[in-house]
């Protein structure tokens, strides 16, 4: 899981590289004319991206080392929790593809590995996580914290 951490970051900065923010510096609201609604070029601004690339790589990369330090001290929410963001990693492999077909090929094949990369990891995170060991390990934490609990009541 920890590899995922990395895939993670690593996946933001490359979604930050490669995808451009475009601003409009001049927007007409009259559309009756028939022309595109934009009367100037748009102005694409690459450190906008790369900070939210960053700033999603953080975010994605902690969420990875979060799951991994509660799954193991044998929390079991953070097993389901983690099969949950797994969901969510599959939507974004399939909007990968989808972006795959839609934009220039130059753009989106680095973006496509790094998301390929993290959820491949995901996948295989997840499969350790509910194999047979790993539901007695998070069995066996859950009946050594209810006996912790009750020697401190005690």
Known sequence: MYVGATAGFVDGIVAGL????AFYSDYSISSNTGTAPYTSPPVYHPLVSLVSGIIMG????????????NTEAGRNWARVLSSILFGFACLQFIGGIVFLFLAPLSDSVPSFIAILVEW???????????????????????????????DSVT
């Open 120 to 150: 491949g990891v995901g996948l295989a995170a997840l499969t350790q996580l509910w194999k047979r060991e790993s539901s007695e390990f998070f069995a066996f934490a859950r009946q050594a914290n209810l006996d912790t609990t009750k």
């Open 18 to 21: 490669t995808r451009s923010v």
């Open 58 to 69: 953080v975010i994605s990369g902690g969420l990875w080392l979060l799951m991994t330090w």
